[in-house]
């Protein structure tokens, strides 16, 4: 039976999209075993201008806190460099980050227009590195900006997921 051209093209464009890659040059390729906290994964390539790096899940029922964490690697003598901690606090409702670098904590960052995560729902955090800093958006908007202090961002090649939260999907 002859196809339409356009049932044809349909056709060519589905085969060239299942035979893409799965993630976008934009997104990072993290790769990780299973999706259990504490979790610890490795950034394919480390980080650059143009990346960012998705983390979905639900928080916990009765959360306390939880932290994601791009580090450089995932030594702990010595503590590898922490490009960014972000701290979920839900007794105070902040959301605060920091780096560490060469075992100095820096400022910590609190300010924020709302906290974003409620109990038991799920949310969506997207790290976007850009060239000065990182852009946090949650649920689609955008919370704040972190500007670097690790100097090299091909070397921020870990990403580290601890507390209060399940983990539904990383990319």
Request: hydrophobic share 40%; net charge negative.
């Amino acid at each position: 039976m002859a196809r339409s051209l356009v049932e044809s093209e349909a056709l060519q464009m589905g085969v060239r999209r299942l035979s893409s890659p799965l993630t976008s040059p934009v997104q990072a390729e993290v790769y990780f075993p299973r999706l259990t906290v504490p979790f610890c994964g490795h950034i394919k390539g480390g980080l650059r201008p143009g990346k960012k790096i998705l983390i979905m899940g639900i928080v916990n029922l009765e959360p306390k806190s939880f932290d994601i964490r791009l580090t450089c690697g995932d030594s702990e003598d010595p503590a590898a460099d922490i490009a960014i901690e972000l701290r979920a606090e839900f007794a105070d409702k902040q959301f605060l980050r920091n780096a560490c670098v060469s075992g100095k904590w820096g400022e910590e960052e609190s300010a924020i227009p709302y906290f974003p995560f409620i109990a038991d729902q799920p949310f969506r955090v997207e790290i976007h590195c850009e060239h000065p800093q990182f852009r946090i958006i949650v649920d689609g908007h955008q919370l704040f900006d972190f500007y670097h202090r690790v100097e090299s961002l091909s070397a921020i090649n870990t990403i580290k997921i601890n507390g209060d939260l399940q983990l539904t999907k990383l990319g």
